[in-house]
C-alpha cells in the first residue's frame, strides 16, 4: 500500500509497482517495476517535445536559483511578461492582445466562463449568463470545466450545477441554429475543442462557419478550448487558425510548457480586453502558483524549443506515418474498425472479436495488454487513442503499431487443433 492517492485509479490497484513511474527520457517511461515502455500518450497529452529537454530543464532551473516564487497575484513578474509576448507572438498578435496564466485547463475554463460574464457585464448586458460547450467535450474536472464537460462523467453524483450550461451535438448545426434562435440573446460564450477530445473527432469546417456567423449575429464570445489541440497536435500550432474567424479567446494548456510545470493560458483577443481596458474593470480571477517565474520560464523556453526544432514540421511526418501504419492496421485486423482524428491526436475504433463494441473495461484490459507489449496508449470510446510526441522516429511509429497489433491479436480466440493441424 502508498500513503498516495493517485488520480483515476480504483483503490485495488493503488501502490502496484507497474504503474509507479521512475523515470522518463525521450521518449520512454521506466516503472518501478522495471519495466520500460514506448510512451504514445505524450504524457498526457502534454511531452511534445519527448521527456527531458535539456533546454527546458535549464531554463526552469535557472528561474528557481534566481526567481524562485514570483507571480502575479497583484504583481507582474519579468518572466510572466516575457512568456506572454513569446505565447502572442505564436498565436498572432494582430489579433489577440493580452494572455491571463492559469494553472490548468480546467481551471482556466473556469476562468473562460467568468471572463466571458463579466465582458458583457462590462457592456450593459448582465442577463448573459449562458454557456454553451458540446456533448461528448471535456473541459476539466474543476467545478466550472465539470459542468462544462459534455460527458457524462458523474456531475450529479458530485453536485455540480449545470443550470447555467447548454450542450449541443457536435456538428449539428440545425441543432446550434435553434439553440440560438432561442437563447442567442442570453448567449455568453461558446467554448468547443476544435478536434473534441472524447473520441477525437474533428468540427466540420461547415460547423465552425456557422459558429463563427451565429457569434457575429448574436454576439457572444467564441472559444476555443486548445488544451489537447494546441503547440502542434495537429498539425499547425493551433488548430483554430485555419477557421475562417478566430476565436475570442483561445485557451491552451498541456504542450505549454512540454509537461514541464503546471501552466495554462487564456490568450484574449483585442475584442475581449477592449471594454475591461475601457472601464477599468478587475477580472475577479487569480491563482497562488499562475505566471509563476517557473511556470513561464518554462513556456518560453518550450517555445523556444519548438522553433528550433521545427516541431509543427516534424509532427506532421510523424501524423504521416502513423496514418499509414493505423491505415494499413485497419485494413487488415478483423477487430479494427476506422479512424478518427488528426495529426498526432487519433483514435483506433474497434469492436469485439464477435463484433460487439467495447465497453469501458474491456477497453481498460486492451489497454493494459498493450503496455504488456511494450507502449503506452489511451483509452478511448470503444478504442485507444494514440497521441505521440511530434518528434518520434519512423521506428518508433513502427515500434508503436508492432505493440498495438500485439495487443489485438492477443484478444483473439485461438486457433483450435483442427485448424492447426
Sequence with gaps: MTALWPYLIPPSSHGDDSLCAVGAAGHRVTFADGSTALDADSGLWNVNLGYGNPRIAEAIAEAAQHASYLGAFRFENS??????EDLLRVCGPGHYDRVLFSTGGGVANDAVMK???IHHAAQGQPGRNLVVALRGSFHGLTFGGFALTGEDLGQRVYGVDQRLIRHVTPNDTAELG???AALGSQVAAVVVEPVVGTGTLPLDASFVAE???LRDEHGFLLVADEVATGFGRTGSWFASESW???????VTSKGLTNGACPAAALVMSHRVTRPLVEHDTMFAHAETQGATALACAAISATISEMERLDAVTAGRNVAAWLQQGLAELVERHPLATHLTGVGCFRTLHLTHPDGRALAGTDVADL???IR???AIVHPGPSGIQLVPSLTYSPAEVAELMTCVEEG???LLPAPSLAARS
Design 211 to 213: 459558429l463563427v456567423r
Design 408 to 410: 489485438l491479436d492477443s
Design 244 to 250: 475562417p474567424g478566430l476565436p475570442d479567446v483561445l
Design 372 to 374: 504488456h507489449a511494450g
Design 178 to 180: 435553434r439553440l440560438m
Design 79 to 84: 518572466y510572466a511578461r516575457r512568456a506572454a
Design 115 to 117: 471572463l466571458a460574464r
Design 367 to 369: 489497454v493494459t495488454r
